[in-house]
């Protein structure tokens, strides 16, 4: 039962006692598994381009670019870098001095490799009165941590990963985000704008705001381009209620109840209020040094010349299917375009011409998007999966392991020997064939949500998370998948990653 002071709590936060009573429920009741038909494959699902189509992709975006088309880059940004620097903080803690772990010597091994070394050797000047040579000829190796991770620093173990030094360059390191400002100019500026949108944590937000104001200028005059940048928080009403292993409401030690960000998924939200013809979106820490983006911004640009032409064939089917139920044999046309553009497979009762004509145009008629995927490595990260709908039709969906039924070995199979994921590369076309904007919440698959076991002071909870963002949220829109080289996803999950050779 909900007291006052609940209700209050809920009015603050744009929350309904109906979505409540929604969540708890669902802490109950779990959420079913997907039911899959195969990992999607170079023969099934995912389309393999030739040198010859690929330029043929890039001169359709390169053109569509001439058009007028809003085009923005979505970047979530609101991750703290704290999960990067775990070992670090773990070190700090042990009860030895000297690095003893592999991951502590390879930090140390290389410590003069990181875009960040020039910048933490000055605050340890600062504070220590020694460089960072210094303190390790000494043995001080701890203090050089310090100076990293806490707020006398450098303070990288609070700050979101955007703000971080990533790559050296002879005129100083960049962050991400900056990288992030650089690949808008090189593949998502139209007209001369470049629109990039940075989804960060209230707790950021004037960090990032000030630091985008202080670099933004200095990259618009190198490329060329007038940057309109824009930024967002996860909202108070996407925030998911916890719960007791019994289902009832988690309550803090004042009484109130407690809330957790409802992770990425929650992101729908911030996307849906973007003004744009076509969204690209890729992850903060997936950015690479200028010597290597070339595969980068060709790829980009496939993917979103794949977009705009099957957008375009869309729109034109949609058209026809406005003006009155079209002849059989167009009927069958737009057909063989949906099962093979969308994998979109009736997989239901055969339909007369009024039927057929009303199921297309629903199909069509719902956001795009194309998603680069990678061949599988062991990375982590979502894999792409042909399933079944609710309707018994066929699609494609990017799953996370968490949808999957663990104790079906046929689906457990094709999961661990799936030939791709996907590294959330993704662009997204978000207007309909009237130029109106779709509303995104509305093709989200609320069945497909995630309940995690948590704690909080000792005592256990349950957290729930909403359908994420680039799998349930996005489940009823058109996917395509297009094979895209590894040489595209460079994450930084550890700081150590960054002293792989494409961060260097």
């Known amino acids: 039962m909900?007291?006052?002071?609940?209700?209050?709590?809920?009015?603050?936060?744009?929350i309904s006692e109906e979505q409540i009573q929604t969540q708890l429920d669902e802490f109950k009741t779990g959420f079913p598994f997907l039911k899959l038909k195969a990992a999607a494959s170079i023969e099934d699902g995912i389309v393999a381009t030739s040198e010859a189509d690929k330029k043929a992709y890039e001169e359709a975006w390169n053109k569509y670019k001439k058009e007028g088309h809003k085009i923005v880059k979505f970047v979530p940004a609101s991750g703290a870098a704290s999960r990067m620097f775990k070992d670090m903080f773990a070190f700090l803690d042990a009860d030895y001095q000297v690095p003893s772990t592999p991951f502590e010597k390879q930090y140390f091994d290389n410590i003069e490799k990181f875009a960040f070394y020039d910048a933490l050797d000055a605050v340890c000047r600062k504070n220590e009165g020694k460089s960072i040579k210094y303190l390790i000829d000494e043995g001080n190796y701890k203090a050089v941590v310090a100076n990293m991770l806490f707020e006398k620093g450098l303070n990288y173990g609070q700050l979101p990963k955007g703000m971080l030094l990533f790559h050296k360059y002879a005129d100083g390191a960049r962050t991400p985000m900056e990288e992030h400002l650089v690949e808008g100019a090189l593949y998502a500026a139209s007209n001369g704008e470049a629109n990039v949108h940075f989804t960060v944590s209230h707790e950021h937000m004037v960090l990032f705001?000030?630091?985008v104001e202080a670099k933004a200028d200095g990259y618009a005059k190198k490329y060329g381009v007038k940057y309109d940048i824009s930024f967002s928080e996860q909202k108070p009403s996407?925030?998911?209620?916890?719960?007791?292993?019994?289902?009832?409401?988690?309550?803090?030690?004042?009484g109130s109840l407690l809330f957790r960000p409802g992770g990425h998924g929650a992101l729908i939200e911030n996307l849906n209020e973007i003004d744009a013809d076509i969204i690209f979106i890729k992850n903060i820490d997936n950015v690479v040094p200028d010597r290597i983006k070339q595969d980068t911004v060709e790829y980009k640009q496939v993917i979103a010349g794949v977009l705009v032409n099957l957008q375009k064939l869309t729109f034109k089917y949609l058209k026809v299917l406005d003006n009155g139920?079209?002849?059989?044999?167009?009927?069958?046309?737009?057909e063989h375009f949906v099962?093979?553009?969308?994998?979109?497979r009736p997989g239901i009762k055969t339909l007369n011409d009024?039927?057929?004509?009303?199921?297309?145009?629903?199909?069509?008629?719902?956001?795009?998007?194309?998603?680069?995927?990678v061949q599988n490595v062991g990375e982590p990260g979502g894999g792409p999966f042909l399933t079944y709908n609710q309707d018994g039709t066929i699609s494609l969906q990017i799953l996370e392991s968490s949808q999957i039924d663990k104790n079906n070995k046929e689906y457990m199979q094709m999961f661990t020997h799936g030939t791709h994921f996907n590294p959330v590369d993704l662009v997204c076309a978000v207007k309909d064939y009237q130029g109106k904007p779709f509303n995104l919440p509305d093709f989200v698959d609320r069945t497909t949500g995630f309940i995690s076991s948590k704690s909080k002071n000792g005592k256990e909870l349950k957290a729930l998370e909403l359908p994420g963002l680039w799998n349930g949220a996005m489940s009823d829109w058109n996917t395509v998948f297009v094979e895209v080289p590894l040489s595209t996803f460079n994450p930084v999950k550890t700081v150590n990653d960054l002293l792989r050779d494409q961060h260097q």
């Open 209 to 211: 705001k000030k630091k």
């Open 2 to 14: 909900l007291s006052e002071k609940d209700l209050k709590q809920l009015a603050q936060k744009g």
């Open 354 to 373: 009024e039927e057929l004509a009303a199921y297309l145009k629903k199909k069509l008629n719902r956001p795009m998007r194309v998603c680069g995927v």
């Open 325 to 334: 139920i079209p002849d059989h044999d167009k009927l069958r046309e737009i």
């Open 339 to 344: 099962e093979h553009a969308f994998c979109r």
């Open 238 to 254: 996407t925030d998911t209620i916890a719960a007791n292993p019994d289902n009832t409401p988690f309550r803090n030690e004042d």
